[in-house]
């Protein structure tokens, strides 16, 4: 692991056990390893780590094959919380500290692209595509943060499920 990877792992590592508030970059450094002087030559302050490591959580999402091979949106929606259920100590520890926004505004970035993919076969007006991201972001972040606040306790089957029985008016 690099120094960039030491001092997230460092970040999380101390979040398990201290408020995200209260932790001071001399915590992450010593848990990561490494010198303030270290710390600083690859991050601005604890802000920037978290933001980095819930970058490199979406890189590695936006990375499947899976998310774009997809044959329906239920199988979407499955991938995608198949890869949070694999991803689920780290994102408990977001969610402990009260710091879920990283992740919408990751979505943000990220669902745009996707959709760009997926729903490449469509001609969608921009006006509509902007609200069919926002609608997808709000659906996955909003889901996603519900499942936490719930124990995390269903699968990815019934979460896809779930969203499908929304959508198509099921429910």
Not at 60 to 81: K, P, R, T, V
Not at 153 to 160: G, H, M, Q, V
Request: aromatic share 18%.
């Amino acid at each position: 692991m690099g120094k960039n990877e030491d001092i997230i792992a460092g970040l999380f590592s101390v979040m398990e056990t201290y408020d995200f508030s209260l932790i001071t970059v001399t915590q992450i450094a010593q848990e990561a390893g490494v010198g303030r002087k270290t710390f600083y030559r690859y991050f601005k302050n604890k802000e920037e780590v978290l933001e980095k490591s819930v970058e490199l959580l979406f890189l590695e999402y936006s990375s499947s094959q899976d998310n774009y091979f997809a044959s329906n949106y239920e199988e979407l929606i499955y991938n995608h919380f198949l890869f949070w259920v694999n991803h689920l100590p780290h994102l408990k520890v977001i969610y402990k500290n009260g710091l879920m926004l990283y992740l919408f505004k990751q979505y943000q970035k990220y669902v745009p692209k996707l959709n760009d993919y997926y729903l490449s076969n469509i001609e969608i007006n921009h006006s509509t595509a902007i609200y069919a991201n926002a609608f997808t972001t709000g659906i996955f972040w909003s889901m996603l943060y519900t499942w936490l606040e719930n124990g995390a306790k269903e699968t990815p089957e019934e979460l896809a499920a779930i969203c499908m029985d929304f959508l198509q008016n099921k429910v």
